[in-house]
């Protein structure tokens, strides 16, 4: 019996990583049965078959799974966002940390692209909620050494817009590796995504790092667990005030006698955060347990 991490599924073939070696198989029929799908990041055990095979036989307890970029048992989920173009929108780094913090997931922004634009904005909105902020350059190199380092041990997730660098940046962290990177369109300010499926590979201090699809697969409104009453918990700035409010369930959009509201009139909760709670929260309005239920 071997115990070991799937690093990559296609088409029912898995390739599991065992610390000492790696092996390709497929997984018994009950996971299908049971409409149990195995994603890159879980802990499998798998048993050799008489004819000499490997076979996924047991899923290990997950401590977070995402769909949609589908990995299990995330560490990290690393923001790649550039304040040079295409400049990230602050709405679309906010719904992804949402999701990662709900999940307990350690939510992380890089900043690519610094020997442009090192992002001094970005760095003081995150900073200030206690998010971790790291810089790097694909280009130049600057900072990716940090960021291995960050990582190491870890088994995180990359993802970001279109044409922020996410695979640029994995190929300079694993240079072994040959990653597709789509041309940057400059007509329409963004790039063309070519990773196909959400593969981890292993980094050389120990962990895995994925890449992943970019924002707009990133459905929080349709594929992910939060409801709108969920979505104070995923900006963590909020939880000294959610119990000082006026009223009890009091959602933080314009009421009176709010505590965050007031945190935010007073500088505390970076104005930025805020917006997309309610932004968040808009997408959210119509969404009920019975929607979570079926899109799982």
């Known amino acids: 019996m071997e115990t070991g991490t799937i690093i990559r599924g296609i088409g029912g073939l898995y390739t599991v990583d065992t610390g000492e070696k790696t092996f390709d198989c497929r997984a018994r029929g009950i996971f299908r049965h049971e409409k149990i799908r195995l994603t ?3 802990r499998v055990l798998c048993a050799e078959q008489p004819d000499g095979e490997m076979l996924i036989t047991e899923l290990l307890p997950r401590k977070n799974v995402l769909i949609r970029p589908a990995v299990a048992n995330l560490d990290a989920l690393v ?4 304040a040079a173009p295409p400049e990230t929108e602050t709405y679309l780094i906010d719904r992804v940390f949402a999701v990662a ?6 939510p992380v922004l890089c900043i690519n692209k610094a020997d442009l634009d090192p992002g001094t904005r970005f760095e003081e909105i995150y900073t200030a909620v206690g998010i971790p902020v790291l810089r790097v350059s694909a280009e130049t190199g600057e900072g990716i050494g940090a960021l291995g380092g960050f990582l ?3 088994i995180s997730a990359l993802t970001g817009n279109s044409g922020v660098g ?7 962290m694993l240079p072994e590796r040959t990653l597709a990177v789509g041309a940057l369109s400059e007509k329409l300010g963004r790039g063309r995504h070519t990773t196909r499926h959400t593969e981890l590979y292993p980094l050389s201090g120990g962990g895995y790092v994925a890449d992943t699809p970019g924002f707009s697969a990133f459905d929080v409104t349709r594929l992910e667990t939060l409801l709108r009453e969920d979505i104070q918990y995923g900006f963590p700035e909020m939880a000294p ?3 000082e409010c006026r009223y009890p369930g009091c959602l933080h959009l314009r009421e009176d006698g709010c505590a965050v509201l007031d945190a935010v ?3 505390v909760i970076p104005a930025s955060r805020h917006e997309s709670y309610v932004r968040l929260c808009e997408e959210l309005r119509d969404v009920r347990e019975w ?4 899109n799982h």
């Open 241 to 243: 005030y959610l119990t």
């Open 152 to 154: 190491q041990g870890k």
């Open 79 to 82: 923001v790649i966002a550039s």
């Open 101 to 106: 913090v709900f999940k307990g997931i350690t």
């Open 40 to 42: 890159s990041g879980d």
């Open 291 to 294: 929607n979570r239920k079926t």
């Open 265 to 267: 009139k007073r500088g």
């Open 166 to 172: 996410k695979s640029s940046i994995l190929s300079r």
